[in-house]
């Protein structure tokens, strides 16, 4: 891994659906060049959109919204959980965050579908990005390419 790779682990088995949408838009390059379009310290950062705006994303289930899927086990314990991005209950498309903290209030409501494993010290430097009024970062952070390493739902 570069000094810039921030290395996930997807909870594939628990989130199959979502698992799926994330690693097809990992393999097709629907993720590479996205910008961190909202970062808000202590909370989380956000990407997936390829428009840049946060309001844009499809999901691969024919660009329409899909259904959380919530598991009570996997809970926004930890800094570093990744999951989906919404704007309500099953409005699931491509956007995505990685939280900053532990983030209890969201546990039930969001589903949790993978975590960071390494690359720790990459989520420290996204954290202190310069932002402004909207959360956004004022300089453009990207998504450089996504690589999966295995991926237990490819045939």
Do not use: W
């Amino acid at each position: 891994g570069g000094a810039s790779d921030l290395k996930l682990e997807i909870h594939c088995a628990d989130c199959p659906r979502t698992a799926e949408n994330f690693l097809a838009h990992c393999a097709s390059g629907y993720y590479d060049s996205c910008v961190f379009h909202r970062c808000v310290k202590g909370f989380m950062i956000q990407t997936g959109d390829p428009s840049g705006t946060g309001r844009g994303g499809a999901s691969v289930y024919d660009g329409k919204p899909f259904g959380d899927e919530i598991n009570a086990h996997l809970k926004f314990s930890q800094r570093g959980c990744v999951a989906m991005a919404n704007s309500g209950p099953n409005t699931n498309m491509s956007q995505f965050f990685v939280s900053f903290g532990k983030l209890p209030h969201l546990d039930g409501k969001v589903g949790v579908f993978g975590r960071v494993i390494d690359g720790h010290g990459v989520l420290d430097s996204l954290e202190r990005l310069v932002v402004d009024e909207r959360d956004r970062p004022v300089r453009d952070v990207k998504i450089e390419r996504v690589t999966i390493h295995a991926n237990p739902l490819a045939t």
